[in-house]
């Protein structure tokens, strides 16, 4: 009895222990489990989620997330990875979400409405949005400008690396390689039948995707299985529509795949591209580190890349819509530069962009392009011919005006400038561009030669390409350096005797369009004196001048409204007549500038505004070493005048707003700050300015103007100018 009660409790002390370490064992197991859930996850299960939420409208992903999935795409390009083999593909929805995230204002900037058009307000959208991968919140709201970066970085991944990449492809892999982006209509890109378009193939007939029998990675397939219950809800219930062709083969496999219509390899893959390349746009890489470093060290800087793809397109013969591409990359180029400075001349990236739209003179043999081009025996019009001629004067003419707008007489810019506010990297930008233009002056006067003499007045193809070699010939002049010698350089090249004929063009030099022919001419004269010889001997200048600026009976020269008063002021300066003595031209000059900077008489705008824009840019270009009037004459009084009325017109303005202006304080006659303008924004009352917005603009005009003049008079005076200017 002893014997088997032994053996009961035996048995009760082994239930017991295994009791025991089964629950040690489970406990053991769930601190396992709940060690590897708390492990971060991989760079590459971070690129699969996200890649996956992109695959979707508004995802929420977070910048850990982008980053690595743009580490992991620019990996595969950088080692040429197979096109079948991309883990990561590129689909349309990837490339929309990518293009949304990163043009998104910044944070601090204000909202704008989303894909949907419905603007986010509430609080509660704005953390959803800003938080992390999960929507938990995780994250700070600031995150949102890490994520718009990342998203950055990816479009650059995206819209350049792939797309170079593609490029290299031949277009069976290209075709593979771009095989999810589905993007584009098919209508739009499909030639007529009876133009040699492919016809149906049965062999080749298959749907995207169908090649392999695969969703790609992030698909709505891959990221939703059938048995996912993370999207269940007992009330929803599916929409009854008809399947499409791919749901009813996944529904009954054996089901025999319907020929669709199918462009070849080479229409496919350019259409593509030009699509993707379509959404390339400097506010989807405007981010200073995506210029600054690139997605994977095997890969180029942004810059480089984009060059480079400028040149793979516009060497694209007889695949006319890959070369047209070539728009998208060199229009981000430039505004890129235009906003923060071109590279320097040693860079070379200028010189090559040019090069690639066969911009280079056919004097002297041509450079390296277009010896190649030669030796293939493809014309002028295989490499684009006239239209690149365009782009390149567009591209150069772009930069002229954001980087030297003040050179050329643009009053907003001087007011600017005045201001402390310069574009980019102000003069320092300007002058990189000054050494790319002077490079290729030379190319600018054989076109701008060429155009002159044909003289197609009524042609607006013909007005907009001689104003785009104006303003290039213009900021030459004006931007030289001090030990440059402009007026020679444009003599021996060409332009200036091309400059002469537009503007003797019947009816062109007075015309609206040719504003930019007008400036050029005032300042090439400013910038070399020497060269007003050349000018006052064209006969047809002459008369131009004679018959056109100096007529008063005009409605354009009248008064202080006429649009070339300022215009027929300056000419009295820089061409005076036969025998008109120095003193007797800044008295004619001074004349018709005294209605214009008169504030009391013409109030402040229109002609001052031109008329100040071409003083300062006149300057400017005189570089200091030749006054164009002297101190204490004409001309320095109406100015000088014009000063005391503009304080005064400012000062009124600033007791309107309530602002209290010091009476017993000196004005300033140099420098760029207005006193009285500060003055009335400290102590001033906005409320009032608000409820009259005349008063207020006219008032911020006249602040702009009085900044301009005191710029003036401070460079005439040797003090006020800026070392560079």
Not at 135 to 155: F, H, K, M, N, S
Not at 380 to 394: F, I, N, P, S, T
Not at 470 to 488: E, M, Q, R, T, Y
Not at 658 to 674: I, Y
Request: proline share 6%; with cysteine.
């Amino acid at each position: 009895m002893d014997e088997e009660a032994g053996k009961d409790a035996a048995i009760e002390a082994e239930k017991q222990r295994l009791q025991m370490a089964a629950v040690l064992y489970r406990a053991l197991r769930s601190a396992e489990d709940d060690l590897v859930n708390a492990r971060p996850p991989t760079r590459a299960q971070l690129a699969e989620a996200c890649h996956s939420k992109l695959q979707y409208d508004f995802p929420i992903v977070n910048a850990a997330e982008l980053d690595a999935l743009t580490e992991e795409m620019a990996a595969e390009i950088a080692e040429g990875t197979a096109p079948g083999s991309f883990t990561y593909p590129i689909t349309s929805a990837l490339v929309n979400a990518a293009v949304e995230g990163a043009c998104k204002p910044a944070p601090g900037a204000g909202s704008a409405p989303g894909i949907s058009g419905k603007s986010r307000e509430a609080d509660s959208d704005r953390d959803l949005e800003d938080a992390g991968a999960d929507g938990a919140g995780t994250e700070p709201a600031v995150d949102g400008g890490a994520v718009r970066i990342a998203y950055q970085r990816l479009c650059a991944t995206t819209l350049v690396h792939f797309t170079s990449r593609v490029l290299a492809m031949p277009d069976d892999e290209a075709e593979v390689a771009l095989r999810w982006f589905d993007g584009f209509d098919t209508e739009e890109t499909a030639p007529d039948a009876g133009d040699g378009a492919p016809t149906y193939d049965e062999a080749d007939a298959r749907a995207p995707g169908e090649d392999d029998g695969r969703e790609p990675p992030g698909s709505h397939a891959a990221a939703n299985p059938p048995n996912d219950a993370s999207d269940s809800d007992s009330d929803w219930e599916p929409m009854e529509t008809d399947p499409t062709e791919d749901e009813r083969r996944a529904r009954d496999p054996a089901q025999p795949a319907v020929p669709v219509p199918r462009l070849g390899a080479k229409l496919s893959v350019d259409a593509k591209l030009s699509h993707v390349l379509r959404r390339l746009s400097r506010a989807c890489v405007d981010g200073d580190d995506v210029w600054r470093h690139s997605p994977h060290a095997a890969l180029p800087q942004l810059a480089p890349a984009l060059v480079s793809l400028t040149e793979t397109l516009a060497r694209s013969e007889g695949r006319p819509e890959r070369r047209a591409a070539r728009v998208a990359p060199l229009r981000v180029l430039r505004e890129q530069w235009a906003a923060n400075g071109p590279p320097p001349r040693s860079d070379g990236s200028i010189g090559r962009l040019l090069a690639a739209l066969g911009f280079e003179s056919s004097r002297h043999g041509g450079g390296n392009i277009g010896a190649v081009m030669e030796r293939l025996g493809l014309d002028e019009d295989a490499r684009g011919g006239d239209e690149d001629v365009g782009l390149a004067l567009e591209f150069l003419a772009y930069l002229c005006v954001r980087l030297g707008g003040e050179a050329l007489g643009d009053f907003a810019s001087a007011a600017q400038s005045s201001a402390g506010k310069r574009a980019g990297f102000g003069v320092g930008a300007a002058g990189h561009l000054w050494g790319h233009v002077d490079a290729h002056i030379g190319v600018v006067a054989e076109k701008f030669d060429a155009l002159a003499h044909v003289k197609a007045t009524g042609d607006n193809s013909w007005q907009q390409r001689v104003g785009m070699c104006s303003l290039i010939v213009a900021f030459h002049a004006a931007k030289a350096p001090g030990n440059a010698n402009p007026g020679d350089v444009l003599a021996k090249t060409g332009a200036l005797r091309a400059l002469c004929a537009a503007f003797t063009a019947p009816d062109n030099a007075t015309a609206p369009h040719s504003e930019a022919l007008r400036r050029a001419v005032l300042l090439v004269a400013a910038a070399a004196p020497k060269t007003v010889e050349f000018i006052a001997a064209v006969p047809g200048v002459r008369s131009e001048v004679e018959s056109g600026f100096r007529v008063e009976s005009r409605d354009e020269f009248r008064g202080t409204e006429g649009s070339l008063a300022a215009h027929g002021a300056m000419w009295e300066l820089l061409l005076p007549a036969p025998g008109t003595s120095r003193e007797d031209a800044e008295r004619s000059c001074a004349a018709r500038l005294a209605p214009l900077l008169d504030p009391t008489r013409g109030g402040v705008g229109g002609g001052s505004s031109i008329a100040l824009g071409l003083l300062r840019a006149a300057q400017t270009a005189a570089r200091g070493a030749t006054p164009l009037w002297r101190r204490g004459g004409a001309i320095d009084g109406v100015l000088r005048d014009a000063l005391t009325h503009l304080a005064a017109t400012v000062s009124a303005g600033a007791r309107a707003r309530g602002g209290v202006v010091g009476s017993s304080r000196p004005r300033k006659t140099t420098g760029s700050d207005d006193e009285g303008d500060d003055e009335g924004r400290r102590g001033g009352d906005d409320s009032a300015a608000a409820s009259d917005p005349e008063m207020e603009k006219s008032r911020e005009m006249a602040s702009a103007a009085l900044r301009v003049l005191k710029e003036i008079l401070g460079a005439a005076d040797g003090g006020g100018g800026r070392k560079c200017d």
